[in-house]
């Protein structure tokens, strides 16, 4: 079936490396993708998000990239803090009033 | 910034009790809030979909007449959960995405409900 997916579900890095995670998308139909921050016990936060026309958008320490050639999303996080620590969802849109399919969620854990 | 609110945040409650968990969006209109559900160390499932005036759309296998949906204004959708049991206990979160022409969906800050 159609699903949103995560290669990685738990990710290890220090404090001041470079961050990569990474999501698979299975629906060529989905034109808008979201990546969202939760830390425990709180609701998703918006980190970045790209339409399917763009293959790369950058945030503030945050990088995007979209290869819909073989339906991949990522995330890069720059110098990652401890405050990043998290769990990470990659999110699927298809049409402007389409509702969100939620990946895996990948956890984020930064050694100081 | 748009800011979405939740109450309570914690909630315990006796196995056969109802309980109402509201969702506001605090600084901005939604015409659409949804409701999601979270087990632990697992990802949002989507429950239902609200439109501010009308009935809201329930994903499947969501029993409409357990997780009741009322979104009566622009900025403010209830669920009530009905003579809950235990294996309703979760984490329920909700998310109001603003007027028409906008895409993003803002999170509430999540509500735990533990059934007794």
């Known amino acids: 079936g159609e699903s949103v997916g995560l290669h990685l579900p738990t990710l290890s890095v220090q404090e001041g490396d470079n961050s990569i995670i990474n999501c698979a998308y299975s629906n060529s139909a989905s034109d808008y993708f979201i990546w969202y921050k939760q830390e425990s016990g709180k609701g998703p936060q918006f980190i970045i998000d790209i339409r399917s026309n763009m293959d790369k958008r950058q945030g503030q320490r945050v990088t995007v990239l979209l290869n819909k050639t073989v339906k991949h999303l990522s995330l890069q996080i720059a110098a990652t803090q401890p405050g990043d620590s998290a769990v990470y969802f990659c999110a699927e849109k298809r049409g402007s009033q389409g509702n969100l399919i939620f990946g895996k969620g990948t956890k984020l854990s930064v050694k100081p | 910034g748009a800011v979405v609110s939740q109450h309570p945040s914690r909630v315990i409650c006796k196995s056969g009790t109802s309980v109402k968990i509201e969702c506001r969006s605090l600084?901005?209109?939604?015409?659409?809030m949804f409701w999601y559900r979270q087990f632990p160390k697992k990802s949002l499932m989507l429950m239902a979909t609200s439109n501010e005036g009308s009935k809201a759309t329930y994903e499947q296998g969501v029993e409409k007449d357990k997780f009741l949906i009322n979104h009566a204004s622009l900025t403010l959708s209830t669920l009530t959960v009905t003579s809950a049991h235990p294996e309703d206990s979760s984490f329920y979160i909700c998310?109001?995405?603003?007027?028409?022409?906008?895409?993003?969906?803002?999170f509430g800050p999540g509500t735990r409900l533990l059934v007794l």
């Open positions: 998310s109001a995405r603003k007027l028409i022409g906008k895409e993003t969906q803002y």
């Open positions: 600084d901005f209109q939604a015409t659409t």
